[in-house]
């Protein structure tokens, strides 16, 4: 199906047309649309334009009012003020908008015009550590961009880029070589958490003992050495060993994905070594070129406006002194290869707002290099989780929360509510709920944020059935669906003819908005906006529910039409959720 005008995009296009017809000088002039408290909307263009014209804007906004033709959207338009035109819609015209929303599967939201391929490097873990609070936003901000490009039409191809390559595989590989049992295990019967945690213990053993021989044995750090250059060279046994400590985190990078619902597909991790065999030509182009100079033996990029705190430059290192690799080497061998091969248009990175600085010399880097065309590459910089004391969020010993510790203790947060409010739920219903409530909550806590901006993490508000939170939302969701389940026969249907109730009208009006909310999310990479609206959605929901009685109502029509309104509102909930990554329960 066709995608459905918003009753704001049917209303600028009547304004516009009007102001063409009454002023042809005027050209194509924004009417500045917006919604308004005093009416529906208000369009604020003719100031501007009466300036331009040096003309009257009341006069000017008159004659563009008695050039709008009879129509059946707009039922009153007004000029006040200076200038301004208050414009109210027909109850007609918006149930008429809603109910070919209804008819549709995407519920009118369109396609983007002009849909291209865009490479999101999000997530990021290390090989051989655990995943910490530090991952969250990045695998929840990218998971719920990705989700709202899709729905959009965009091609979009997933990159976690895994730290799996340098010197600590020396270590680790070497350890192994030695004690080859280390990471031996009994087939992995058990399944999901289970499993994942296993692994990373089996790590976690592996590192300490490998750490603690390197610290303590110049021999050991010898041979560890030696296994790096051997690892680099692709020497077939190392190789092996190296592939069983990635595998093994793997599997428990997969546990964690499934516990905080995020779909991660192996072909998408993709990490540093991928780019390894590319890294000697990115040096010997980017210094045949001249984009980059040796400095000491290092080579360098240079930047007029990055200087240390002494006043000297300081550079991108591309190439260390002893002839190894850094982040930006791989880093530039990613665009290249993102750009070149897989034929991005956009390029994002979810990555920690402290490295901002890194990225943009690197996007530079590659820009003066040729490999990237201006304004191509974004990083969607990211905030810091903070603890109730406002600072970054740690253990009280000091240490950095281990991600999935902070995911079963929401869940057990949640399960305390579930229990409070569950009626008809079983056991295993609830803590099935739980996880549904819980996992959300961390998310939309995240996501209802923007993402520059640091936040507290604060479970006890997370998991509140009060305030902007997904809980609130879930029961909002909940709360239609049992609605429906005692509607027996009635059943939802549009009724253009009837006089809408404010808080119908409230209600209507909102949900109209959602498809344009959805494009304005897609163009900045702001899910934030999504999580507002859907708040506003629920919470407008609430006086409905409580002045406009839907099964007690007092005509069939009105009860249909009413059950219409429930239905799309839950429809709405089910898919803005859904794209920020969050379940909609149909019980709570």
Known sequence: MASVPSLAATVRRRVSEALSAALPEAGSADPLLRRSDRADFQANGMLALA???KGNPRE???KVVGAIPAN???RDIEVSGPGFLNITVSDAAVVRTLAARAADDRLGVPYAEHPGTTVIDYSQPNVAKEMH???LRSTVIGDAIVHVLEHRGERVIRRHHIGDW??????LIQYLTEHPTELDHESDASAGTEQGEAAMARLNRLYKSSRALFDSDEKFKARARDRVVQLQAGDEETLALWHKIVDESKTYFQAVYDELDVEIHDADIVGESAYNDDLQQIVKDLEESGVAVRSDGALCVFFDDVKGPDGNPTPLIVQKSNGGFGYAATDLAAIRDRVGRLHADTLLYVVDARQALHFRMVFETAQRAGWLPEGTAKQLAFGTVLGKDGKPFKTREGET??????LDEATERAAVVVREKAQDLTEEEIQDRAKQVGIGAVKYADLSNSMTRDYVFDLDRMVSLQGDTSVYL????ARIRSIFRKAGDHRPAPHPELELAPAERALALHLDEFGDTLAAVAEEYEPHKLAAYLYELASLYSPFYENCPVLKADTDAERENRLFLCDLTARTLHQGMA???IRTPERL
């Open 579 to 581: 794209l920020l990554g």
């Open 72 to 74: 059946d959207e707009i």
């Open 401 to 406: 929360i281990r991600l999935v510790d902070l």
């Open 60 to 62: 000017l906004a008159a």
């Open 51 to 53: 300036k331009q014209l």
């Open 166 to 171: 340098g010197t600590q595989f020396g270590m």
């Open 474 to 477: 879930q029961y909002a969701y």
């Open 133 to 135: 609070v530090g991952h």
